[in-house]
């Protein structure tokens, strides 16, 4: 069974950047696809981002043109990069892997906040 292992989060101001990794104990081929999701205290968990293994993506309407996911395919990690944050950003995110066959894997997840 796959494990991922998130990292990247940490405190950061308004209009600052952060990179949040997703590393997965194996090849990320076997996945059809890998999505970032959020978790805001007190709300509900949102999918932030999702790309496929073709490599087609899907944002959130809130973080459309800030934020970019992508994959790399040799280190087997997936990124969400993160711009122009705001508090409304702040949340744990979460590293999710999709099997073909609907199974689903989430890592620890990990922290953000951003400071007004």
């Known amino acids: 069974q796959v494990q991922l292992v998130e990292s990247g989060g940490g405190l950061v101001q308004t209009g600052g950047s952060l990179r949040l990794s997703c590393a997965a104990s194996i090849s990320i081929f076997r996945f059809d696809s890998f999505g970032w999701y959020r978790q805001a205290p007190g709300k509900q968990s949102e999918l932030v981002a999702s790309i496929r293994r073709v490599g087609s993506s899907v944002y959130a309407d809130s973080v459309k043109g800030r934020f970019t996911i992508s994959r790399d395919n040799f280190k087997n990690t997936i990124y969400l990069q993160m711009t122009s944050l705001n508090p409304e950003d702040t949340a744990v995110y979460y590293c999710?892997?999709?099997?073909?066959?609907?199974?689903?894997?989430w890592g620890q997840g990990t922290q953000v906040t951003v400071s007004s």
């Open positions: 999710n892997a999709e099997e073909v066959s609907g199974g689903r894997t």
